[in-house]
């Protein structure tokens, strides 16, 4: 079965410091992968999403920026962080198929300070 | 632009039954799904709908008409655990989610 990580699950941050958050996932391979962003009370905004290795795509313009540097690791970066960036980060993944469902990862809470 | 409507937050007591509807409006339309969040949580799939009609699966159903643009999740028995976010989220032309605000169902004993 598939199983989605991400790490850390909390962080504190100040404002201007860097970030980096990490997703990996197991059992499948080449799986689409997705970064969201969740402010409290609100719905899920999607930052990044990949087809695959090295294959970025942006929906909102921010200072966030992503990678896949293996077909199964994802991550998300910022070189200054903003309060604004504060929020609940989600990784998820999609297969291949008529299954258009994604499931996510555990989530990472930001607070910048 | 694209827009998917929820209400904000909806009560309703243990055992009863409960509608959440979600109204969407938006490039395309390749299926509409439901998710169920507890707090401070990730959401969990729930549901998914492509053609029109009620799709039950056990004590939750979820209904479609595409040409009103128009779904509900319809939760029967409701239970304690029951007490989360709801989220309607529409796969678009591009197969992209848009998601809704997500309504916040809180459960009463």
């Known amino acids: 079965s598939q199983t989605i990580h991400q790490w850390p699950a909390t962080l504190v941050q100040p404002v201007g410091s860097p970030l980096s958050l990490e997703c990996t996932v197991e059992g499948t391979s080449n799986p689409n992968l997705y970064w969201y962003r969740q402010a409290a009370g609100r719905g899920l905004q999607l930052l990044f999403y990949s087809v695959g290795i090295g294959q970025i795509s942006s929906e909102v313009p921010q200072n966030l920026s992503a990678s896949r540097p293996q077909d199964r690791q994802f991550i998300l970066s910022s070189k200054k962080l903003l309060l604004s960036d504060s929020g609940f980060y989600l990784c998820a993944w999609k297969g291949f198929g008529e299954a258009y469902e994604q499931y996510f990862g555990p989530g990472t809470r930001l607070t910048v300070t | 632009g694209q827009n998917i409507d929820q209400p904000t937050e909806m009560t309703a007591t243990e055992g009863a039954i409960v509608q959440i509807n979600c109204t969407y409006q938006?490039?395309?339309?390749?299926?509409l799904f439901w998710y169920q969040q507890h707090a401070g949580e990730a959401p969990t799939f729930l549901s998914y709908n492509v053609l029109d009609g009620l799709e039950e699966k056990g004590r939750f159903s979820s209904f479609l008409s595409r040409s009103k643009g128009y779904s509900y999740l319809l939760l029967k028995e409701l239970q304690m655990k029951d007490s989360a976010s709801y989220l309607c989220a529409v796969l678009d032309s591009n197969y992209q989610l848009i998601w809704g605000a997500g309504t916040k169902l809180i459960i009463k004993p």
């Open positions: 938006t490039s395309g339309f390749n299926g």
